[in-house]
């Protein structure tokens, strides 16, 4: 539920291999060769096409989809605890999918319209309830664990779990990346610290889900990242790793596909009535 750990992830790969595409054309001897070169050897994906480029190409479809899943790890520095997520999410803030802390438990969460549904287990709902006395915690866990639970999207308890529904937000500021001055001109869109610029290389490619990927080692300061970009097709994001700040690793896939956000059938316990 913590949308900064996943945002960066999400993001911090795409910033920096867009940021150094502000400077392509710029004489990189990366992806530059003549043209009797090139017509000797087969056609490959994004050829003639800096790892710079490739990038913010991607970028550019990942955060121009209606929808896509994510699935994978995330360190949480906050908690000190990975966030195991799979979940689908669209621009229309929808969501359907599965949040985990590990041994501190998962929950299932539904977004549709202005209701938040979630289903807690009870290890969830123990680790959420320290510090409260056992009966509390155990007459919590007696009425909510494995049960399906309801509140306002608009309420204060859920608009950080909204929030993180809506793709826009969680993916935010990503189209952004690399917008300035993207001929090489030299305008003020590169960064801002010349001497810290993050570098972008193709490191060949991989099969990632089944489909062929471009890779693309990004390196900035101390932190890694490799990005997986689709090689047929629109050049979405296929998978992220990362060992920044928050560490871990997500895929993304069903791009554009309908977000499975459907009212839970069967009884479904009103948090807002409890609380009032």
Not at 12 to 24: E, I, N, V
Request: charged share 30%; aromatic share 4%.
């Amino acid at each position: 539920m913590r949308r900064t750990a996943l945002a960066a992830l999400c993001l911090a790969a795409a910033a920096t291999a867009g940021l150094t595409a502000c400077q392509s054309g710029q004489g990189r001897a990366e992806g530059t060769t003549s043209k009797s070169t090139e017509s000797a050897k087969p056609k490959e994906p994004f050829a003639g096409l800096t790892a710079d480029e490739i990038g913010d190409r991607a970028m550019t479809a990942t955060t121009g989809a209606s929808s896509l899943r994510l699935k994978g790890a995330i360190q949480d520095d906050e908690s000190d605890g990975t966030i195991k997520l799979d979940m689908a999410l669209d621009k229309k803030n929808e969501c359907a999918g599965t949040m985990g802390m590990g041994a501190q438990g998962k929950a299932d969460l539904i977004k549709t319209g202005d209701t938040v549904y979630m289903k807690y287990d009870e290890a969830f709902l123990r680790e959420q309830s320290k510090g409260e006395s056992k009966a509390d915690v155990d007459a919590a866990v007696d009425m909510l664990a494995g049960k399906w639970t309801k509140m306002s999207a608009k309420g204060s308890d859920a608009k950080d779990i909204a929030s993180f529904c809506d793709l826009d937000t969680v993916l935010g500021g990503a189209e952004d990346v690399g917008s300035g001055d993207s001929d090489g001109s030299g305008g003020s869109g590169g960064s801002s610290d010349s001497t810290a610029d993050p570098t972008a290389t193709r490191a060949g490619t991989a099969t990632i889900d089944g489909k062929k990927a471009v890779v693309l080692k990004v390196k900035d300061g101390k932190e890694r990242y490799t990005m997986y970009v689709a090689a047929t097709g629109k050049p979405y994001l296929l998978r992220l790793d990362s060992t920044a700040e928050d560490p871990g690793s997500l895929t993304f896939s069903d791009y554009d596909e309908p977000v499975p956000a459907q009212k839970p059938t069967g009884r479904i316990v009103d948090l807002d009535a409890l609380g009032s």
